[in-house]
C-alpha cells in the first residue's frame, strides 16, 4: 500500500468515525480542535483503524495517557518537562514534536494528533507487520 | 415512568448476539403526549431499547463488572415508525469489545420488518475515566435490568 493510500483510507476512516465532509480532513487538521472529535471517539477510530487497516492497535499505543493524567514528573506549572518530553518520543515515534518542543503546553498536546500524524502511525504499522 | 424498554430476551449468545422484543401498548406513558390521537414510539427511545439490548450482552461478557454506559452513536437510520400494538425486536451483534470500551451494531424490526439499524459505542466508564471514583457499586446493571436476562435462562 503507498503513501498515499493509506493517507486516504486513513482519511475516509475519519470522515466515517467523525461524521465531517471529506474537505475539512486535510494532513494538518487536528482530531479535537478542527474535526471535533471527542474522548470517546478515539476508541471509534482505534477499532475502524485495525478493521481498514488489519492491524492491532494496542490499548495507549496511538492515544497515550499517561501524559494526559497530570504526573507531576512528566508535567509542571501546565508545561511538560524533559522527564515528559522523552514519554511522549518513546511512546509516540510517529509524532512530530519539533513544533511542540518549542513552548511544551500541555494543552497544545491535543494539537499533536493531525490526519497526517494517524496516517504516519498506519504506516509505521503496516511496515513492522510486513516484516 | 420506568427507564426499560425492552420486555424480554429472546436469543442470547455470549460476547456475539442478543435479540430481546418490546411490545408497543397504547397504555404506555410515553404515548400521551407522542402524540394524542397517533401514537408513535420516539426513535430515541427505539435506540435506548437497542443500545439496553447491547448494553447488556455487553456487559455481560465481563460478568457484569465493567459500567457499560452509552457514549456514541455513530449512525442511526429509520426507515419507517413504531406505532402502539406492534412488536419491536431490537437484534445487537458485537462488533468489538476492549478494555475501555465496545460497540454493537443494532437492526430494528417491527413485526419482522426492518424499522431501522444503528451502530452504538458504548464506555467502561472506569476503564475510560480511571481518574474519578465511581465507587464499587455498578449503578448501570441494576437489579431490574439483570433480571431482564434471569428470564432468558430459566
Redesign the interface.
Known sequence: MTQDEIYQKVSSTLVEALNVEESEVKPDATLQGDLGAESIDFLDIVFRLEREFGIKIPRGELFPESIFQGDPELVQSGKVTDKGMEELRSKMPFADLSRFEQNREVSQISDLFTVDLIARYVEGKLAVSKN | MRWIWIDRFTEFRRGEFARSVKQLSLAEDVFTAHFPEYPVMPASLLLEGLAQTGGILVGEINDFKEKVVL??I??AKFLREALAGDEIAFETTV??V????A?VRGRILANGEALGEAEI?F?HLDQ?R??QAFGDRNFVFTGELRSLLESIRK
Open positions: 457514549a456514541k455513530t449512525k462488533l468489538y476492549r478494555p475501555e470500551g460497540a459505542t464506555a475510560a480511571s481518574q
